[in-house]
């Protein structure tokens, strides 16, 4: 079975370009998440996906941050424009969706997409 | 939604048990406890997780005290590979999105 995948797995911007991160869950997993670490700091969590409707967005910085997620399977993470605090790494993971009686929160990571915003 | 602390850092000499502590004294009585580590540059890999009997896989073991306020995460043989920082977390609401602290730097020395 595959893992989560992420694309691509290093970019270098310029402060105010606008990239575009991807992410495909695990086939099957309703449940999709993004987080980031930025420098020295704690992983934080941005947003949750269940299928393509966003249950949480309570971690999403500012407006410059747009995700989608058209369909319920892969989702991207749009980054318009970039500023220099942006540079850090981002992970999305996924998990099986949640039914009555049990609880299904295991997440499974990808290997993240590194940021750098000159 | 429950709170965690862990120790900053820890060492385990190769081949020996690796016990990783985590207090989590205001977990309710449905929260799941998860242990997830981070390899350097890597995403966070899934460990274990359980709700109050002890679990174990074939990458570790935990074990829940009986109020649940604290468990231990066990390595029985550590190995340099398992140098990592360890995380503890209880999800929040059930489903939702995953608190990491600062975690356990572990430090496996030969």
């Known amino acids: 079975e595959a893992g989560v995948t992420q694309f691509p797995s290093h970019s270098v911007i310029e402060k105010g370009q606008t990239v575009t991160l991807r992410c495909d869950p695990i086939?099957?997993?309703?449940?999709l998440y993004w987080y980031r670490r930025v420098m020295g700091k704690e992983i934080k969590f941005l947003l949750h996906f269940v299928k393509e409707s966003k249950q949480d967005e309570s971690g999403m910085p500012n407006n410059r941050f747009l995700a989608e997620r058209t369909g319920g399977t892969y989702s991207t993470l749009k980054v318009q424009p970039a500023e220099l605090e942006d540079s850090g790494v981002y992970f999305c993971?996924?998990?099986?969706?949640?039914?009555?009686?049990?609880?299904?929160?295991?997440?499974?990571f990808g290997p993240g997409t590194r940021l750098l915003v000159l | 939604d429950a709170k965690t602390t862990q120790p900053p850092s820890m060492d385990c000499a190769e081949g020996r048990a690796a016990n990783l502590p985590c207090n989590h004294s205001?977990?309710?009585?449905?929260?799941?406890v998860y242990w997830y580590r981070q390899i350097h540059s890597q995403g966070p890999q899934y460990i274990i997780h359980g709700l109050k009997n002890n679990e174990t896989n074939e990458m570790a073991s935990l074990i829940i005290t009986e109020d649940r306020k604290s468990s231990t995460l066990i390595l029985p043989h550590a190995t340099l590979r398992d140098t990592a920082v360890y995380y503890c977390?209880?999800?929040?609401?059930?489903?939702?999105?995953?608190?990491f602290g600062q975690g356990t730097e572990l430090s496996v020395k030969p």
């Open positions: 205001t977990i309710s009585g449905n929260e799941y």
């Open positions: 977390i209880v999800p929040y609401n059930q489903g939702g999105k995953l608190i």
């Open positions: 086939s099957g997993h309703d449940n």
């Open positions: 993971a996924s998990s099986q969706q949640r039914y009555a009686g049990e609880l299904r929160e295991t997440q499974y």
